[in-house]
């Protein structure tokens, strides 16, 4: 199983991304999907998680601006990112939890920039 994360770049301030997590299986393997970031010299965050059944999950800074979708027909996860901040500059990596196993995709990067 693979995970493929798009839908980085530059963005100013403000500005919206979304972000996408392609799964070369089925998303219904997973118990939960979502995504992490890192921000440089920081600790890897938990961003957003979807579980099977559709139940979501942020962070609490994040609720309000972040959405995370999925689209099952196309075994993708989303996450829109609206009124960006510079403080939401960091690779963001798509995960999933499989019967307790992690999966890890790349990180795709976001920067927010004036």
């Known amino acids: 199983v693979q995970l493929q994360a798009s839908g980085g770049g530059l963005v100013q301030p403000g500005g919206s991304l979304r972000l996408a997590c392609a799964v070369s299986?089925?998303?219904?393997?997973?118990?939960?999907i979502g995504w992490y970031r890192q921000a440089p010299g920081k600790q890897r965050e938990l961003v957003a998680g979807?579980?099977?059944?559709?139940?979501?999950d942020y962070a609490e800074a994040l609720k309000g601006r972040f959405t995370i979708s999925r689209d099952n027909a196309k075994n993708t996860v989303y996450l829109q990112m609206n009124s960006l901040k510079p403080e939401d500059t960091a690779h963001y990596y798509c995960?999933?939890?499989?019967?307790?196993?992690?999966?890890w995709g790349q990180g795709t990067l976001v920067t927010v920039f004036s």
């Open positions: 995960w999933g939890d499989m019967s307790g196993r992690p999966y």
């Open positions: 299986g089925s998303l219904f393997s997973f118990n939960v």
């Open positions: 979807i579980t099977r059944g559709g139940t979501t």
